[in-house]
């Protein structure tokens, strides 16, 4: 930890950095799951990682959350505070709704720690929920907590892992509108790992593919929000991603 | 058939001279003896010993398997050290242990609180580290990501997520703690409930004997109960609990 302190300033103008990123697991010999990667985030981006399961997604996130050691010969240097919304929300079961948004606040602000968390809650529209266990929840709703967990944070980069992945189609509808919106009032560098290409369109700035352990095609997206799912562009955005992770749409 | 009716069955053979009381006393004689040795005060005196001894042992032993368990529990090498021989001890009838320690301890107070504290410390200690090991690794990772160190996951996490285990031992511990208190009495007690059945064997006293034995089933019981009512307050969370 200590060895990598200096890499741990957030890079200039407040840029997300990440530069020759490798990661293997299992033997030196192996093929690495990030090979050399290179990735930038500018302040108050929204990008999407795409990318075919088990491409190293989560990999990926789980050096930027801080969860996994950065090698020595790597440089990931991020606005802090980091936070990060997972697949499954992982709230902890017994404490009430507002005490696990609580959790997230920093060491500093845990004063008026239920003021801050009862305004991120109304945010994500659970005011009325408060005092709920977690096991009351519905899937969707456990989702906003994490969300409002993180955003509570005031994150200078937010980390979403597949977090629509496990919703249904029309919930995920909703909490794609939710995350625009928040993403638009707090303006976080925003992360969001995907599997499905219209989420990544339909949100992003930016949409990379992460393939062979590197990003292999960076897409800029500067359509207005929110974005119609009918048009031409959006289309030929979709056919291109597809293009590029083996997904061939029009048979020959 | 009910309990009421064989109550009354009872009584009945015994009013009529099927059962001789020097055989089982009947249910209405076990009630007047109670109450008579309850307004005498000897009742309570034993009652009171009795559970000093489950008290002292319980807290002893409850400490001790509570701690050792959090030293196995939280590390790599507490569990080394501490997990392989109370594995070994636990295969061991504990009870088996009452002649050594009258020779360790003599036939006082400590053989019996020694033996108490014996027996409860096991189950909490499996049921902890059960507990302790159980607890969702996703959860942990999640209080690392939102700046939880050392001491802040073992509060907020791994705590409260041992709980439900620590609770199944703790009521397994209390069960254990009467049996214990049981056979400690059998041995050269001058008080206690246990005293009191051993004195009204000597003496022929079916009546004497059966009012010690509900005691036992009352404290029993009310054991149980204070360990669901710790459980609906503290797990309140639980899915379990609340739905119903
Ligand atoms: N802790 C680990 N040990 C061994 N292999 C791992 C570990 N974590 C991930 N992998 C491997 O790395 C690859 C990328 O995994 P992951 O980052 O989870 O992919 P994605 O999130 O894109 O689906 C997979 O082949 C996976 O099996
Ligand atoms: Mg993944």
């Given at each position: 930890?200590?060895?990598?302190?200096?890499?741990?300033?957030?890079?200039?103008?407040?840029?997300?950095?990440?530069?020759?990123?490798?990661?293997?697991?299992?033997?030196?010999?192996?093929?690495?799951?990030?090979?050399?990667?290179?990735l930038?985030?500018?302040?108050?981006?929204?990008?999407?990682?795409?990318?075919?399961?088990?491409?190293?997604?989560?990999?990926?996130?789980r050096?930027?959350?801080?969860?996994?050691?950065?090698?020595e010969?790597?440089?990931?240097?991020?606005?802090?505070?980091?936070?990060v919304?997972?697949?499954?929300?992982?709230?902890?079961?017994?404490?009430?709704?507002?005490?696990?948004?609580?959790?997230?606040?920093?060491?500093?602000?845990?004063?008026?720690?239920?003021?801050?968390?009862?305004?991120?809650?109304?945010?994500?529209?659970?005011s009325?929920?408060?005092?709920?266990?977690?096991?009351?929840?519905?899937?969707?709703?456990?989702?906003?907590?994490?969300?409002?967990?993180?955003?509570?944070?005031?994150?200078?980069l937010?980390?979403?892992?597949e977090?629509?992945?496990?919703?249904?189609?029309?919930?995920?509808?909703?909490?794609?509108?939710?995350?625009?919106?928040?993403?638009?009032?707090?303006?976080?560098a925003?992360?969001?790992?995907?599997?499905?290409?219209?989420?990544a369109?339909?949100?992003?700035?930016?949409?990379?593919?992460?393939?062979?352990?590197?990003?292999?095609?960076?897409?800029?997206?500067?359509?207005?929000?929110?974005?119609?799912?009918?048009?031409?562009?959006?289309?030929?955005?979709?056919?291109?991603?597809?293009?590029?992770?083996?997904?061939?749409?029009?048979?020959? | 058939?009910?309990?009421?009716?064989?109550?009354?069955?009872?009584?009945?053979?015994?009013?009529l001279g099927?059962?001789?009381?020097?055989?089982?006393a009947?249910?209405?004689?076990?009630?007047?003896t109670?109450?008579?040795?309850l307004?005498?005060?000897?009742?309570?005196?034993?009652?009171?010993?009795s559970l000093?001894?489950?008290?002292?042992?319980?807290?002893?032993g409850l400490?001790?398997?509570?701690?050792?368990?959090?030293i196995?529990?939280?590390?790599?090498?507490?569990?080394?050290?501490?997990d392989?021989?109370?594995?070994?001890?636990?295969?061991?009838?504990?009870?088996?242990?009452?002649?050594?320690?009258?020779?360790?301890?003599?036939?006082?107070?400590?053989p019996?609180?020694?033996?108490?504290?014996?027996?409860?410390a096991?189950?909490?200690?499996?049921?902890?580290?059960?507990?302790?090991r159980?607890?969702?690794?996703?959860?942990?990772?999640?209080?690392?990501?939102?700046?939880?160190?050392?001491?802040?996951?073992l509060?907020?996490?791994?705590?409260?997520?041992?709980?439900?285990?620590?609770l199944?031992?703790l009521r397994?511990?209390?069960g254990?703690?009467?049996?214990?208190?049981?056979?400690?009495?059998q041995?050269?007690?001058?008080?206690g409930?246990?005293?009191?059945?051993?004195?009204?064997?000597?003496?022929?006293?079916?009546?004497?004997?059966m009012?010690?034995?509900?005691?036992?089933?009352?404290?029993?019981?009310?054991?149980?109960?204070?360990?669901?009512v710790?459980?609906?307050?503290?797990?309140?969370?639980?899915?379990?609990?609340?739905r119903?």
């Amino acid at each position: 930890m200590d060895a990598n302190l200096h890499l741990d300033a957030p890079g200039r103008n407040g840029t997300a950095h990440v530069r020759h990123l490798t990661r293997r697991f299992g033997p030196a010999d192996a093929r690495p799951v990030l090979d050399a990667l290179d990735l930038d985030i500018q302040p108050g981006e929204f990008v999407a990682l795409l990318g075919a399961s088990g491409s190293g997604k989560t990999t990926l996130l789980r050096t930027l959350a801080g969860l996994d050691p950065v090698p020595e010969d790597a440089v990931v240097a991020l606005p802090r505070p980091v936070a990060v919304a997972f697949q499954q929300p992982l709230l902890l079961p017994w404490k009430s709704v507002w005490r696990n948004v609580a959790l997230g606040l920093p060491e500093d602000a845990r004063g008026d720690a239920r003021a801050r968390a009862e305004a991120a809650l109304a945010e994500v529209g659970l005011s009325h929920r408060l005092d709920a266990w977690p096991a009351t929840l519905s899937g969707g709703e456990a989702q906003r907590v994490a969300l409002a967990r993180a955003l509570v944070r005031e994150p200078g980069l937010l980390l979403l892992d597949e977090p629509f992945a496990a919703l249904d189609a029309l919930t995920r509808l909703r909490m794609h509108a939710l995350v625009l919106d928040l993403w638009a009032r707090h303006r976080p560098a925003t992360l969001l790992v995907t599997h499905d290409v219209d989420e990544a369109v339909a949100l992003a700035d930016r949409v990379l593919v992460l393939a062979g352990g590197r990003i292999v095609l960076d897409l800029p997206n500067d359509a207005a929000r929110p974005r119609r799912r009918d048009t031409a562009s959006f289309a030929a955005m979709r056919d291109r991603l597809l293009d590029r992770l083996g997904v061939r749409e029009h048979a020959a | 058939m009910s309990p009421l009716l064989l109550v009354l069955a009872w009584q009945a053979a015994s009013t009529l001279g099927l059962l001789s009381p020097r055989t089982l006393a009947s249910p209405l004689q076990i009630l007047l003896t109670g109450w008579g040795l309850l307004a005498s005060g000897e009742l309570p005196w034993h009652l009171a010993v009795s559970l000093g001894r489950v008290a002292a042992g319980l807290l002893i032993g409850l400490s001790v398997g509570a701690g050792l368990a959090l030293i196995a529990g939280l590390s790599r090498l507490g569990e080394d050290v501490v997990d392989a021989p109370v594995q070994m001890l636990r295969t061991l009838p504990f009870l088996a242990l009452v002649p050594l320690f009258i020779l360790w301890f003599g036939i006082g107070e400590t053989p019996k609180i020694a033996l108490v504290a014996l027996g409860t410390a096991f189950p909490i200690y499996l049921n902890l580290f059960a507990g302790i090991r159980g607890v969702e690794p996703k959860l942990a990772e999640m209080g690392r990501v939102f700046g939880l160190d050392r001491r802040g996951l073992l509060r907020h996490v791994v705590l409260p997520g041992a709980l439900p285990s620590a609770l199944v031992g703790l009521r397994y511990s209390l069960g254990v703690a009467w049996l214990s208190l049981v056979v400690a009495e059998q041995v050269n007690a001058s008080a206690g409930i246990g005293y009191l059945i051993n004195d009204a064997r000597d003496f022929l006293r079916t009546d004497v004997i059966m009012v010690g034995l509900v005691l036992y089933a009352l404290l029993g019981l009310l054991a149980d109960g204070l360990v669901r009512v710790l459980e609906c307050r503290l797990l309140a969370w639980r899915p379990a609990f609340v739905r119903s």
